[in-house]
Every structure is written in C-alpha cells, then in structure tokens.
C-alpha cells in the first residue's frame, strides 16, 4: 500500500524535529531529511545530486546566505557599537510598556520584507528584556510571531504581490480584504504570547541598559551622550531631548528602510522597460536594494560610532547560521523534486474531499513544505483557483481569504521558514519550543479567519 504524499512530508518533517531537538546541527538534519525524502519519492541517485547541487548553487540561495551574513554582521555592529540600546531607548521614549516594546519591535522590523529578516529584530526584543525574564521561547515566539503579524496585507511581500498577480485583486481591495488579519493577528500575540505580568518602569530600565552599551562600546562617539538624554527624559525633560533619543535610536534602520524603499520604488517604475529576463529582475529586485539598505546603515553606523564598531562582527555563530540556511533550502529543494503539490492535490481529488477543504489544506500543506509566503501562494493558488465553481456561488475574495489564511499558518508552523530557524538560534532554544508557544494564537486565528470567510461568502465578497 502506497503512503500518502501528505503522511510522508509530515513523518519526514517529525524526524528532521526530532534531531534538532537532540542537537544534530538544523542544517544537517534538514539536508538528510530530504535525502531521505527524495529516496522514498523514488528520485534516481543522480537527479537527487543534480537537484542538491544546483540549490546549493542557485544564485537565490547564494543570495539569502549573503544576506543573512550581511544581516548578522548590521546586527552585530549595532550591538557593539551600542546603537541598539539607542534603538531601545528611542522606543521606550514612545512606547511607556515594556510589553508592548516588545511586539513593536519585531513588528517594525516587519515592515521590510527580507529572507530571514527576523534574525535583525531578535537582539532587539534581547534589548527590552536582558535578563529574559520571560524565557528564551517566549522571546523566540514574540519575536518570529510579531515579525510577520503584517504579511497577509502588507503589499510589500512577495507573497501579496503574487496573490494580486495570479487572483486579479487589486492592491488596495487585497489590502482591505487581508486588513483584519493585522490586529487579530497582533492581538492574539499580545494575549497569549505576551501575557501581562508586574514590570518597572520601561524609561528606567533602559536608562541602565545605557550605560552597559557604553561599555561595550567603549570610546564610540555618542554613547556617552544618549544617557543623559536617557536621565532627562526619565525626569520629564525637554521634547527636544525626546525628539533627539528618538531620531538617534530610528536612525540606522530608517537608513537602511528608506534607502531600500526609495531603490525597490524607483527598481519597480524602471525594470519593465529594461527588458531583462523576468528571474534576472526578481532577483534584482529581492536583494539589490536590501543589501544597499544594510551597506547605508553600516556606513552611517561606522561613521557615527567609529570602526571598532565592526571589527569582530562575523563570528562563527554567522557562518553556522548560514549553513543552517544551506541545509533548509537544499531540504525544500529535494521536497519540491519529489513533486509533493501536485501529487497532494491528485490525493486530495482521488479521495474526494470537498472544494472547501482542498482550498484550505493545499495552501497549508504548500505552506508546511516551502516555509515562505511566495512558495504556498506559487504553489497553491494556481490550482486552487482552477477549482472556482464555475457558477460563482463562492466569490472569488472569499477563496482569497481563506487561502491565504490557512497557507499563512503552515508557512508559520513549517520547520523551513528562515525566520522561525534564525531566531530560535538567536534565542538558544528549540524550534518546538517555540512552535508551542504560539500554536494556541495561531488556532484561533484560523478559527477567527474561517468566520470572517463565512462572513465574505454569505454577504458575497
């Protein structure tokens, strides 16, 4: 008797957990799980080693691993040179709850859709709770949930901009049809993810944290001079003062956003009359401006706080990172050569499930294999959105909505989403750990997102 596709990919996704959990390097574990995979599959040997080295050879992947690198040593410079606790400071002197920082946070950070993105918030979330009072999953959950609370209707992500291209929805009605999900989705991780509990004052806090980055950063011009700013604005000082900790603390990432959202807008009104080859322009567009973002941001960083800021900033614990990267995409890569869509979709027609089921778990499934936004919508949309009844009895927002919402939670539940991976490893902890931590908020989300669809069907989009 043949196992069924969707039972294989999930024994395979178990084991891969399961040695990650007994500390066998994530990158390893995922590779030789797709192996595995890809033998099952019956993959001949050498297509199995044609498919693995031209991953490891793709120019994405090649891309993401510089990246990721680039991201690790910003971070790092950051930290050092202590422009972090500036960033700290800077959103304590707008945000008074410590709590709330630490949803804001990851949350702007989110803003700017690059692989692996999560790995640039992570010390900052470090930064509003030093002594991780609230536990290392707890920080890793925060941190990779709030990241993406804005995927859904941010019309920067990949995976938007391909929905509005494959459902013909508009930016701006994906936008209002996808809204909802934002404040349920920061809701559900303020309740459940970040409970309330006593703590001190945030201004305080971080006025002590002040003074541990000017240690670190010994020497660094400006440091000495963002705690006094800090100490005026604890005593009720000037706006002057705030308004100074604040464009000193946004400062490196403004940077690095502006300089990425100025390129990408400009890259987007110039690629479609250069006539480059369409995957020439995607990558363009997916790495250029964000590596030119983080070269602007390390620029202003060394001039701001001198060189000693970068000496030092790749480490080890990077290049390990990005092996840990290698190993997810050659997985991913091996889980598409063993035609994992298309055979689930055949399965799910054979066994005669319902339109509505198959519109919810193929995006999930896609999701749960690709581990990115763009990958469940390129893989499941296409044919989820050939299974329309013909009639026009379920409006085509509706089928949007539902989608999204249920691909959403298996790219957020797949154990290939760089992020989820990235800050686990920043936070030292397992990535079950930290899928326990927000799989309550992520169930009733769906549960929230299936009413909505009901709502959108029974009023008709």
Excluded at 61 to 84: E, P, Q, Y
Excluded at 93 to 115: E, F, K, Q
Aim: include cysteine; hydrophobic fraction near 60%.
């Amino acid at each position: 008797m043949q196992i069924p596709v969707l039972i294989q990919v999930l024994l395979i996704f178990g084991l891969v957990v399961a040695a990650s959990a007994k500390k066998v390097h994530l990158g390893l574990a995922a590779a030789l799980g797709g192996i595995l995979f890809a033998l099952w599959r019956g993959l001949p040997p050498l297509d199995l080693a044609l498919t693995v080295g031209s991953e490891l050879l793709n120019p994405d992947t090649l891309l993401l691993l510089a990246l990721v690198i680039v991201i690790m040593v910003f971070s790092a410079a950051m930290k050092k040179a202590g422009a972090m606790h500036l960033f700290s400071q800077a959103l304590g002197a707008l945000v008074p709850s410590r709590r709330l920082a630490l949803a804001l946070a990851p949350l702007i950070i989110g803003t700017l859709p690059m692989p692996g993105g999560a790995i640039l918030s992570a010390p900052l979330v470090d930064s509003f709770d030093p002594d991780r009072a609230r536990g290392p999953a707890t920080l890793s959950a925060a941190n990779y949930w709030f990241r993406h609370s804005m995927e859904l209707a941010w019309p920067l992500y990949p995976a938007f901009i391909l929905t509005a291209t494959l459902s013909g929805l508009s930016v701006g009605r994906l936008i209002l049809l996808n809204f909802y999900a934002i404040p349920v989705l920061f809701g559900l991780g303020l309740i459940f993810i970040l409970p309330r509990q006593h703590e001190t004052a945030l201004a305080l806090r971080i006025d002590g944290l002040t003074s541990q980055g000017g240690q670190v950063a010994e020497g660094a011009n400006g440091i000495a001079g963002a705690g006094s700013v800090s100490a005026s604005l604890t005593d009720g000082g000037s706006r002057r003062a705030r308004l100074s900790l604040v464009v000193q603390g946004f400062a490196p990432l403004l940077i690095v956003l502006g300089v990425y959202g100025l390129l990408d807008l400009i890259w987007r009104q110039m690629s479609p009359g250069l006539g480059l080859p369409a995957a020439a322009t995607a990558l363009i567009g997916r790495y250029a401006w964000i590596f030119c973002g983080l070269a602007a941001g390390l620029v202003y960083v060394v001039r701001r706080y001198g060189r000693p800021a970068i000496r030092g900033s790749l480490s080890a614990a990077t290049l390990k990172l990005a092996a840990v990267v290698a190993g997810i995409r050659v997985f991913a890569a091996l889980l598409g050569a063993g035609g994992v869509a298309v055979a689930a979709a055949t399965e799910l027609a054979a066994a005669g499930i319902p339109f509505l089921a198959a519109v919810a778990i193929l995006p999930f499934v896609a999701g749960l294999v690709t581990g990115v936004g763009f990958g469940y919508v390129g893989l499941s949309f296409p044919i989820i959105l050939g299974l329309a009844p013909a009639d026009g009895s379920f409006p085509l927002t509706a089928m949007v909505a539902l989608a999204g919402a249920f691909g959403y939670a298996g790219m957020m539940l797949s154990p290939l989403h760089v992020c989820m991976v990235v800050t686990a490893t920043h936070f030292g902890t397992s990535l079950l750990a930290t899928i326990r931590r927000f799989a309550l908020p992520l169930i009733l989300f769906v549960v929230v997102a299936i009413a909505y669809v009901a709502l959108l069907a029974r009023f008709k989009g």
